[in-house]
């Protein structure tokens, strides 16, 4: 057990997965190895370093080919400073000339360490960048991400500090990532998000809220008292405590899976849906909410059983109005790019700068298409839908993956579906928010 006297950007966003993961790591002080991809990432911010700093190229290996794809996104070498420590600690090993004189940043009395991979503050305003390495470049953070980010918050508080510590008087900081591909033709994305003092300072006292309940925990002596969250037990490769967490007993709530909680939920004669296919579940339902809107009359009216078509109206009206009303902008570029045509819908582009590398020299099934800040329009008509007389396709919709995703499902789901339920799934028919697909590809509805 140590005293818990800083805290960094790491630990926020560990205290957000699971607090009890942040208790083990930052306050009980147990070591996580390195993995892989960690080591490979670590081996790419060294030839980054290296190029911003001498202007040394990166090598071939691996690590190097990867940070190839990012070197026109970065300010030219000899201008910036590399891996700033935004506290007195250094990194061990380092001899060379660091940034000093700039004030320590302090959260509710809690000290602010971490390291900034490029601080330049050469340019108009001061700029920050941090690099990034994944297998895929779906999970790079979007602009409106980096602008609550506590890292970019922190480290954007520290260079404007650090460009008044050189007599630099800014009240704006550009900050963002350079997110390198691993997998595949070399490749990387750059966004960067201008950050005004009183938006970074309206984000610090949300972080010094949470620095105060970590405070209250980091007071904890044992685990069992500090909430975990078991979602997170299998995130990122799997968090190395679970074990702990078992052991201690203080997983029993989270014991059973995803699928068993469904089967349990599903056992009983009105639950069970085992030998229902998919569609005739959907068709049940919406016959039973026809009924329900027969039978109960409007408020203060008379009992009038309605007619067919006002029943479709209803129906109707309510899947569009749940499609309408999800303030998700992600999800409405995915849907723009693949072409599919949400109900009432409005798109609003990203606002954040993107750039993608492509080397002359990738094969052609590698070239990915460049990423741009807007999406394809939407189409302005939707398809024209299938009769129900038509016979059925049995072929998977064309990128379903995704276009899934964009529509709530999730992977557990996606696996289970059939092609008929994908594309009622992709039409709206079926929504991932409402319904799950059981493991013997039935559809569980809650509360039928």
Avoid at 330 to 336: E, F, N, S, T
């Amino acid at each position: 057990m140590r005293d818990w006297k800083s805290v960094s950007p790491s630990q926020f966003n560990t205290f957000s997965d699971c607090k009890r993961q942040w208790w083990f790591q930052s306050v009980f002080g147990l070591q996580t190895p390195q993995r892989p991809s960690a080591a490979l990432g670590e081996a790419v911010h060294n030839q980054l370093e290296a190029y911003v700093d001498t202007g040394k190229l990166p090598d071939d290996s691996p690590a190097g080919r990867i940070a190839k794809a990012g070197l026109s996104l970065l300010p030219e070498p000899g201008t910036s400073w590399t891996e700033v420590s935004m506290s007195e600690r250094q990194k061990e090993g380092r001899a060379k000339e660091t940034l000093t004189g700039v004030p320590g940043i302090h959260l509710a009395g809690i000290k602010v360490n971490g390291f900034i991979d490029l601080l330049d503050l050469s340019g108009v305003r001061p700029l920050v960048l941090d690099h990034k390495t994944t297998s895929d470049l779906k999970y790079a953070k979007t602009a409106a991400e980096l602008r609550e980010d506590p890292q970019m918050v922190l480290y954007g508080t520290f260079a404007l500090l650090a460009a008044l510590s050189q007599g630099i008087e800014v009240d704006e900081v550009d900050t963002g990532h350079v997110v390198y591909l691993t997998k595949g033709a070399p490749l990387a994305k750059k966004t960067v998000v201008t950050l005004g003092s009183a938006h970074l300072a309206s984000e610090r006292k949300k972080l010094e809220g949470v620095v105060e309940e970590m405070k209250g925990y980091a007071q904890t002596r044992t685990p069992d008292a500090v909430p975990g969250e078991p979602n997170s037990c299998n995130k990122y490769g799997g968090c190395h405590f679970r074990d702990k967490c078992s052991a201690l007993g203080l997983l029993s709530s989270s014991s059973t899976t995803f699928a068993d909680r469904f089967r349990a939920e599903t056992t009983t004669p009105e639950n069970n849906m085992s030998n229902i296919d998919p569609m005739a579940a959907l068709k049940a339902l919406k016959a039973r909410r026809a009924a329900e809107a027969a039978t109960s009359p409007p408020p203060e009216q008379s009992v009038v059983a309605p007619t067919a078509p006002t029943v479709a109206t209803t129906v109707a009206t309510t899947v569009a109005t749940t499609v309408a009303t999800t303030p998700d902008a992600a999800r409405a570029a995915l849907l723009a790019k693949y072409g599919i045509k949400g109900k009432d819908t409005v798109y609003t582009p990203p606002t954040e700068e993107v750039v993608s590398i492509v080397p002359p020299d990738a094969p052609p099934q590698g070239k990915l298409a460049a990423f741009t800040s807007a999406p394809p329009p939407v189409a302005e008509t939707a398809p024209a839908p299938v009769p129900e007389t038509e016979a059925k396709t049995v072929r998977k919709p064309k990128n379903y993956v995704e276009k899934l995703a964009a529509l709530n499902w999730v992977d557990a789901q996606v696996s289970r579906m059939g092609a008929e339920a994908m594309r009622a799934a992709i039409d709206g028919s079926l929504d991932g928010r409402r319904y799950s697909v059981l493991p013997n590809g039935s559809v569980f509805i809650p509360g039928e």
